[in-house]
């Protein structure tokens, strides 16, 4: 049961993260995506705001957002 519970805290925390990623970048308009590290994918928008997400095979993505 508590595995369940625990499942459940895990997903409930992954919708929260990608809905505030997503009102983050929501009509901003995309300039480029590039790959700082081999890792790493980054996509800068048109007010600088820039969204990197880090992540290894096998591993859990990390995502991080800088500028505006």
């Known amino acids: 049961m508590l595995k369940d519970r625990d499942k459940q805290n895990n ?3 992954l ?5 505030a990623i997503e009102r ?7 300039l480029r ?3 700082p590290r081999s890792n790493e994918i980054c996509l800068e928008f048109d ?3 820039r969204l990197f997400i880090d992540g290894q095979l ?4 990390e995502f991080s ?3 505006s």
């Open 58 to 61: 096998g591993e859990t993505l």
């Open 15 to 19: 919708n929260q993260e990608a809905l």
């Open 33 to 35: 995506v590039f790959r």
């Open 11 to 13: 997903e409930e925390a």
């Open 65 to 67: 957002v800088t500028g």
């Open 47 to 49: 007010d600088g705001t």
């Open 24 to 30: 983050m970048i929501t009509s901003k308009k995309v």
